[in-house]
């Protein structure tokens, strides 16, 4: 029995401390990072944190699933016009964080309306991406943990369908055309960054000071969703007094632990049968 109870102790304590990275990821090198999304500006969790590992020597690449059409109040916009201003403000974020733009991944799925593509053509999509690309980490929206987790449209979906995506790339037989015809070859994904998590389901916090700043710059960008742009959209640029005030708006969403700028993530490594457990 206490042969038991320690080998429970030993165990629980294996499978916390297992649940950490081994580096400290403000330290990681040489990784292929890939990111993935529902809309244009999901990569603002994580910003600093792509931004740094790109600036260490990884690989950083962003595939979002739609092209963030529908998300504007102005009524002067139509689905096209958004789709172009959506695309030019990500990459813009992007270059701002030193992220190479051509790195930069668009399946063009429409906005709001992700649930009910067809979903074994997403998860193709996605497979083929992660077979490509190869990445050693996934970032991705936490599908939760113990149970789903409450997002709203299309980030739910993406949650699920990168999950579900991570585990097919890495079963030869699934999609098994992207092998025998087109040359790739299955991938398994070791380890996950979960963004936008349960404040409780957090256990990783990386470090983002001297990229906070650049990361609210990054941020600006996108004009259409974070300033007055989203109800009434005249540009690109802002006025000096609107940008002063949007990134006013923007440090005050910067997360602090003990006075260090940081992102909070869920950390996961293994296969990804278990990505939500
Ligand atoms: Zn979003």
Request: charged share 25%; hydrophobic share 40%.
């Amino acid at each position: 029995m206490r042969t038991l109870v320690m080998a429970t102790a030993l165990l629980l304590v294996y499978s916390i401390s297992y649940a950490q990275p081994e580096v400290a990821i403000e330290q990681w090198k040489g990784k292929t990072i890939l990111l993935i999304g529902a809309h244009p500006d999901d990569d603002s969790y994580s910003m600093g944190t792509l931004g740094m590992l790109n600036a260490n020597g990884n690989e950083v690449y962003i595939a979002i699933l739609t092209t963030g059409n529908v998300g504007t109040q102005d009524p002067d916009l139509g689905m096209m016009d958004l789709a172009l201003i959506r695309k030019q403000e990500e990459q813009d974020a992007l270059a701002t964080m030193g992220i190479p733009t051509d790195h930069y991944i668009n399946l063009g799925y429409d906005d709001g309306m992700l649930e009910y593509e067809d979903t074994k053509e997403v998860v193709m999509k996605l497979v083929r991406l992660i077979r490509k690309i190869r990445p050693d980490v996934l970032f991705t929206f936490d599908p939760g943990k113990g149970g789903q987790r409450w997002h709203k449209a299309d980030h739910r979906a993406s949650a699920y369908l990168s999950a579900d995506a991570a585990r097919a790339a890495m079963w030869p037989l699934m999609f098994q055309g992207q092998i025998t015809v087109e040359g790739l070859e299955a991938h398994t994904i070791p380890e996950y960054i979960l963004y936008d998590s349960a404040e409780e389901d957090k256990d990783t916090w990386v470090d983002i000071t001297g990229w906070d700043e650049r990361k609210i710059d990054a941020m600006s960008k996108y004009v259409s969703q974070f300033s007055s742009g989203w109800s009434d959209y005249k540009g690109p640029e802002l006025s000096e007094e609107e940008e002063t005030e949007v990134k006013a708006q923007l440090r005050k969403w910067i997360e602090y632990r003990n006075g260090i700028p940081v992102e909070g993530f869920r950390y996961y490594k293994g296969l990804p049968d278990d990505i939500g457990r």
